[in-house]
């Protein structure tokens, strides 16, 4: 039970993370709040292709962790049972560059990744 919420926890950030991304992708003026705020503003175009791949790269990761927890996706069992170490490995990563960012607005992105981080190895020891 607490694997499937945990995973419907990660669920939701990464939707919203995923929303982030397709607001850059789209144009919005929100570079500072990611990369490090080197490219305040609008993304440049090649880095709008790169927001693209983000969304496509979270969105798999989150039907890792549902897969895993077994609530979505069954078929991606074993790939999951592997690959939530990954997906654990990504978050530690990013909580720690999202803590260490030079960037102030992006350190709104810590608690979000931490918060992926605790859910995701929640899934991954259950």
């Known amino acids: 039970m607490i694997e499937s919420v945990s995973a419907i926890v ?12 397709a607001c850059l992708a789209a144009g919005a003026p929100w570079g500072a709040a990611s990369m490090g705020g080197k490219y305040p503003g609008k ?6 292709v790169v927001a693209i791949i983000n969304m496509l790269l979270l969105g798999f990761i989150a ?42 607005i ?3 992105w810590a608690p979000v990744a931490f918060l992926q981080l605790v859910t995701s190895l929640i899934v991954a020891i259950g």
Not at 10 to 21: D, K, S
Request: glycine share 4%; charged share 15%; no cysteine.
């Open 106 to 108: 992006e350190r709104i």
């Open 10 to 21: 990660f669920a939701v950030l990464t939707g919203i993370v995923i929303l982030f991304q």
């Open 63 to 104: 039907a890792i962790v549902l897969s895993k927890a077994d609530v979505w996706l069954p078929q991606l069992k074993t790939t999951a049972t592997i690959g939530i170490w990954v997906v654990v490995a990504f978050f530690v990563l990013g909580t720690v560059m999202n803590t260490i960012t030079p960037s102030k």
């Open 43 to 48: 993304y440049p175009p090649k880095l709008r």
